[in-house]
């Protein structure tokens, strides 16, 4: 079936508007429809002093969406069985001060470390080897208590970097190349800038003069940010976050990083944290990806995973500069314009004889909960459930017993009870009966 038309239109209006309402000198963006690449648009200039023209193959740097890559490959090196999530840092970086948050905590930044590394980085733009980032540990400070809320922390991520180096035995600027750009082939981004690139500029407040923002190599904060990009590469990034890909880190590897793990937003509810992932809610939808800043520029990833749709923006300019608008609303359009095909449904060839008997209504408590087998797996929903509220699935864990591996009582147990006849005579769910008739409950 051919891809639904973007809105190409009201894209490049969007586009058009920011740029000229923010007094941007160059932005380019990208809409995701179905997993794929559908718009992308680049206007303004990427170099002034040299008049050259943005095209949408310029490379930006891309910030924090950095942060992204760094959290792949910590999934990565937990599959490979190199770590666990819920080791303490003091685990692989012996000689590390604050060593006790555990990894999953830096990955959602609930270490409570503080947010940079010691001293004024910012003002200095002179950052730390990595031999520097461990010594300086011990002037860092504790500014939370570890899982006590939501703190951003670069230093965090940097921190994670080093795990990654440590963990696999390699640079951690060629773990990235080679275990996840190469595969992916990400060939236009990289941790040196490459050319066509963008310049950094700040643009005056007062005025419509721009002037260059200095270049920096962050050292051992690589991780935490020093990423260049362009759009495609970013989409084929983003779909990545949502399908994951062979021989990189499986759908449930990525999925994982999806998982909630920490509020940010206390008000308004509308921006979590998973492992290295932003969560964001637009109404009904949530969006996964990241924003980034450095010095002379902005970028923005988000995609559905629901709908396998979204949008990528970047830009040449930093301070005083709102890009977080202009993605959501390319992100909303780009989902809305292209709805997620849906899946052919197949007749089964069978049932297994001894899934039969579970099949159809059961009552726990007044609830009447079904149980169906569909697409080859046993699941079980609520009667009066939200038509999108997700199944229950379950996997075989033994004889007549069933472990849930998606859906609400992920992890629990469903066990069948069988009749000296063999029959089916009740079930168990996370310790709760289910019996063929309604009932009170203890009867």
Not at 151 to 158: D, G, M, Q
Not at 214 to 233: E, H, P, R, V
Not at 277 to 298: C, K, S, T
């Amino acid at each position: 079936m051919p891809q639904p038309e973007p809105p190409v239109a009201e894209l490049s209006r969007l586009v058009r508007e920011a740029q000229a309402r923010e007094r941007i000198p160059s932005v380019s963006a990208a809409a995701i429809g179905n997993g794929e690449l559908v718009w992308q648009e680049a206007i303004g200039v990427a170099n002034v002093e040299g008049g050259q023209e943005a095209t949408t193959d310029t490379q930006y740097r891309v910030g924090s969406i950095t942060k992204t890559f760094t959290a792949a490959a910590i999934m990565q090196l937990r599959d490979a069985g190199e770590l666990d999530l819920d080791d303490r840092l003091e685990q692989h970086i012996t000689d590390a001060h604050h060593g006790s948050p555990t990894l999953r905590r830096l990955l959602a930044h609930m270490s409570g470390l503080q947010r940079e590394v010691p001293g004024y980085v910012w003002e200095t733009l002179e950052f730390p080897d990595r031999e520097g980032l461990i010594s300086g540990l011990a002037d860092a400070e504790q500014v939370l208590p570890a899982g006590g809320r939501w703190h951003y922390s670069n230093l965090a991520f940097a921190l994670l970097g080093e795990v990654v180096a440590r963990r696999s035995g390699l640079e951690y600027e060629q773990y990235v190349r080679e275990r996840l750009l190469c595969p992916l082939g990400l060939e236009r981004t990289t941790f040196e800038q490459l050319q066509p690139s963008a310049t950094a500029y700040l643009v005056e407040p007062y005025s419509d003069r721009v002037r260059q923002e200095q270049d920096l190599s962050k050292g051992a904060f690589a991780a935490a940010g020093s990423l260049w990009s362009t759009t495609a590469d970013l989409v084929r990034w983003a779909v990545f976050l949502v399908d994951g890909a062979d021989g990189v880190l499986t759908k449930e590897a990525v999925e994982e990083m999806r998982r909630f793990q920490a509020m940010a937003d206390l008000e308004a509810w509308k921006l979590g944290w998973g492992l290295g992932l932003m969560l964001m809610r637009e109404e009904d939808r949530i969006f996964v990806g990241h924003g980034g800043a450095m010095p002379g520029f902005l970028s923005g990833l988000a995609i559905s995973p629901k709908e396998r749709a979204g949008a990528v923006v970047l830009v040449n300019s930093g301070a005083g500069v709102k890009i977080d608008e202009l993605l959501r609303k390319l992100a909303v359009k780009a989902a809305e314009a292209c709805p997620p095909e849906p899946e052919r449904w197949k007749p089964a060839a069978e049932v297994p004889a001894a899934l039969e008997p579970l099949l159809g209504r059961w009552w726990t408590e007044g609830e009447e909960v079904v149980v169906n087998y569909r697409a080859g797996k046993l699941e079980a929903r609520p009667a009066s459930g939200a038509p999108n509220l997700p199944p229950s699935v379950f996997e075989p864990a033994g004889d007549d017993r069933f472990r849930g591996v998606s859906g609400p009582e992920e992890g629990e147990l469903l066990e069948v009870v069988r009749a000296p006849d063999g029959s089916v005579e009740k079930l168990y769910w996370a310790t709760y009966p289910l019996k063929r008739t309604p009932g009170p409950s203890g009867e």
